[in-house]
Nanobody, 124 residues
Framework: VQLQASGGGLVQPGGSLKLSCAVSGFRFDDYAIGWFRQAPGKDREFVATTRWIGGGTRLADSVKGRFTISRDNGKNTVFLQMNNLKPEDTALYYC??????????????????WGQGTLVTVSS
């Protein structure tokens, strides 16, 4: 089982980044794939999740209107497009997989598999 996150980096406030999460090694048709982030000294925070089959997405209020989650089933990849980035978006971003229902998607304990994280730094 592997979730490989990539695409992090240093960006100025107001800039954009696109994160990728390549998934492999398990039957993920009935899973949802999501993104969490963790800043130094803070708890892991839900960002966004999308169902692998059949659509359905959920975004944290703090990123609505700025971030978009999407997927390419043919490439087994989930994307997080981040626009209008703010310094408070600075964190290590993780992708993860859950079989839980929509109502549980913001709960990190419901996720079975996790990637290694990619660092996003928003600073001038």
């Amino acid at each position: 089982v592997q979730l490989q996150a990539s695409g992090g980096g240093l960006v100025q406030p107001g800039g954009s980044l696109k994160l990728s999460c390549a998934v492999s090694g398990f039957r993920f048709d009935d899973y949802a794939i999501g993104w969490f982030r963790q800043a130094p000294g803070k708890d892991r925070e839900f960002v966004a999740t999308t169902r692998w089959i059949g659509g359905g997405t959920r975004l944290a209020d703090s990123v609505k209107g700025r971030f978009t989650i999407s997927r390419d089933n043919g490439k087994n990849t989930v994307f997080l497009q981040m626009n209008n980035l703010k310094p408070e978006d600075t964190a290590l971003y993780y992708c993860a997989a859950t079989r839980g229902p929509y109502s549980t998607w913001a709960d990190p304990t419901q996720y079975l598999y996790w990637g290694q994280g990619t660092l996003v730094t928003v600073s001038s």
